[in-house]
């Protein structure tokens, strides 16, 4: 597509009404078109990593029972026996894999069952152009010549027959982009609908507060100078685009800007970047459907091993920032309570060579394991390990035609209905319905039933006000605000921050539900905090999905504070917590896993002054863990626990 075709597009852009719920809730009541066990499905995310360039398989996942094979095959580039992770000693020894010693992020992952390995993915007829195969996997096609050329990618046939009509332009209903790119500067052919058009955004510069200040004057101040890129010489062009693209804009910037990090460490890396970037956008309330991310860098034809060191170089290098940075971001997104909705997923244009070259690296090649991770990632392997027998192998030292075990349009067939609730028709729509399922990838219980295919959210309240304001004589916070509809709409949540950035319940309000007239709402926060204090409403639909007010703040001299501990932490046996405030209240300390299980409730007495409650953790496994001390329906503090 030309750039100017691309940049008179975007004012189609629009998003699907999915978005991520920040915290497991019941709801009060089901419309009576949404099933019970539907609810939280039409939440879900999938985010998409492309390691570009071609990842080296057989140095990632090696198959221990093959491994005097893989010496020889390798003599100079070979992971040392003695260095590799086993990932699964529970496997029969023909499906065991060493991993990559740099891949202990991913062990740590498969260990907590957030992660899965499938096993020799690819197409038939495989092309080892960079260029071409990379446009296969993005459109669906394969070698054979009636897939060959697709000019439309499937990542924008599935959203454009889900969610048609969605594409006229920003609206309540469709206020974010379907799909969004980060890494990449050139638009990613896979977003492409039916009718070419680029129905995606690209985020490259990974910040759109700075991105859409810069192409509309939103977020930030406007730059004097244009980026290079394929939107930057088009600049003048996309400033005087209509007014649907200067709203979406204002809608990126302003979901980016609301959306906060839990304080997870990432990698300092460009992929690390893109995750923080779109764990942010989530926790502003973005709803949207499918992120592209990328990591360039896996074109090891030379020095792909340090010598005399070969779990040390650039593959290794690679793939700790992978790794570590899905890791990282799968945290984040637990810390902010979406873990649960998002699948994240990885793929490569092609593998590499089983035989090494004599640039002390791999040429390209065919097959290479796919990974899935989050808790919707069914954890294990699937398929066994590739056969490297070097009688087994072609001329050129690549796996032959029948080593493939798994196509990759299977794959993703399976995770757009058995993870995102496409129907069968919106399958065919994205040229996938004649490839069979893979069973087993989703995790057992969050597979879509297919009464809920297809399933839609409903319209958003449409909040007309909402303010905050001290009240002096009372020492409390008066919260009111107002809506002028709602459609099938479960309840609000008050929320309370320190900072404007990292924001806690605290009082949940029933709502009208369906409305066409002004409602109005009014609480109060009898337990401001000192100095300022930040709120807003989350407002929250019978399928789970949200979205926020802006944020009010108020300032509240004096106002009596509590100071909570956490001791110590990491904890081993037991663990205290401590608390001074001048109130006198009955409270509840409540421990929580990582999946919103809660593992302990204790009811404590409140007093006046210093407090300390102890509590026995042996029983808990180690891994982190969440505690939270309320009083009545108010969160009070939550804080993390780490149990070693």
Same mark, same amino acid.
């Given at each position: ?196 058009? =680029?129905?995606?955004? @690209? #985020?490259? /510069? *990974? ?6 200040? !810069?192409?509309? $004057?939103?977020? +930030? ?44 460490? =990432?990698?300092?890396? @460009? #992929?690390? /970047? *893109? ?6 956008? !989530?926790?502003? $309330?973005?709803? +949207? ?51 649960? /909705? ?303």
């Amino acid at each position: 597509m030309k750039r100017r075709n691309f940049l008179n597009n975007i004012t189609k852009l629009s998003a699907a009404p999915l978005l991520l719920n920040g915290m497991p809730l019941r709801s009060f009541a089901s419309p009576s078109y949404l099933p019970t066990n539907c609810q939280g499905i039409s939440d879900r995310v999938m985010v998409i990593i492309f390691l570009k360039g071609g990842n080296d398989g057989l140095n990632t996942i090696i198959p221990i029972d093959q491994y005097s094979r893989y010496a020889n095959l390798r003599p100079n580039i070979r992971i040392n026996a003695g260095s590799y992770i086993n990932l699964d000693t529970t496997l029969p020894i023909e499906d065991q894999v060493g991993l990559n010693p740099a891949m202990t992020s991913f062990k740590a992952m498969y260990d907590a069952g957030q992660a899965s390995l499938i096993q020799a993915v690819g197409y038939p007829g495989y092309n080892q152009s960079h260029f071409k195969s990379t446009d296969l996997w993005l459109t669906g096609g394969d070698g054979t010549p009636a897939n060959f050329n697709i000019d439309s990618g499937w990542m924008g046939r599935y959203l454009d027959t889900a969610f048609p009509g969605a594409f006229s332009g920003p609206t309540p209903l469709y206020p974010d982009p379907m799909g969004i790119q980060l890494g990449d500067s050139k638009p990613s052919i896979g977003f492409h609908d039916h009718s070419n058009e =680029y129905i995606g955004v @690209n #985020l490259s /510069n *990974q910040n759109p507060g700075n991105l859409f200040g !810069l192409l509309n $004057g939103l977020g +930030t101040a406007a730059h004097g100078t244009v980026p290079t890129s394929d939107y930057g010489d088009n600049i003048n062009h996309i400033m005087g685009v209509e007014n649907t693209t200067n709203a979406y804009g204002g809608r990126i910037s302003n979901v980016y800007n609301s959306g906060n990090n839990s304080g997870t460490a =990432y990698p300092s890396s @460009n #992929l690390g /970047n *893109q995750l923080k970037t779109v764990a942010r956008l !989530l926790d502003g $309330g973005s709803k +949207t459907k499918l992120f592209l991310v990328h990591k360039p860098g896996f074109d090891t034809h030379a020095n792909q091993v340090q010598s005399g060191s070969t779990n040390l170089g650039t593959h290794a290098n690679l793939l700790k920032d992978v790794f570590d940075s899905i890791k990282a971001f799968t945290e984040d997104l637990t810390n902010l309570g979406l873990e649960q /909705n998002v699948l994240t997923a990885t793929f490569s244009e092609f593998g590499r060579r089983i035989t090494q070259n004599g640039s002390m690296g791999t040429d390209h090649g065919n097959f290479a394991p796919v990974f899935l991770f989050g808790s919707g990632a069914a954890p294990g392997v699937r398929g066994t390990n590739i056969n490297i027998d070097p009688n087994a192998l072609d001329a050129a030292g690549n796996l032959p035609a029948t080593a493939l075990q798994h196509d990759y349009r299977s794959i993703w067939k399976t995770l757009l209905q058995d993870w995102l609730a496409a129907g069968d028709d919106v399958l065919n729509g994205a040229s996938f319905g004649s490839y069979n399922k893979i069973a087993g990838l989703v995790t057992p219980g969050l597979v879509v039933p297919p009464g809920c295919y297809n399933i839609t959210t409903a319209l958003p309240v449409e909040f007309s006000e909402f303010t905050a304001e001290y009240i002096v004589q009372e020492k409390e916070v008066a919260l009111f605000w107002k809506t002028e509809s709602e459609v099938n709409h479960s309840h609000f949540l008050v929320q309370r921050s320190a900072d404007g950035r990292t924001f806690v319940d605290i009082e949940l309000v029933d709502s009208a539900g369906d409305s066409t007239i002004t409602q109005k709402y009014e609480t109060t926060d009898d337990q401001p905090l000192p100095g300022i204090s930040y709120y807003r409403i989350k407002s929250i639909d019978l399928d789970d999905s949200f979205e926020y007010t802006e944020v009010r703040s108020v300032r509240n001299e004096g106002v009596a504070n509590e100071h909570i501990k956490l001791y110590p932490n990491p904890a081993k046996y037991d663990v205290n917590l401590v608390l001074t405030t001048e109130q006198v209240y009955d409270g509840v300390i409540r421990i929580f896993d990582l999946r919103g299980k809660k593992v302990k409730e204790r009811s404590v007495r409140i007093e006046k002054g210093f407090n300390k409650f102890n509590w026995t953790i042996e029983d808990l496994a180690n891994g982190n863990y969440t505690v939270t001390l309320a009083k009545g329906r108010r969160n009070i503090a939550t804080m993390k626990l780490v149990v070693i």
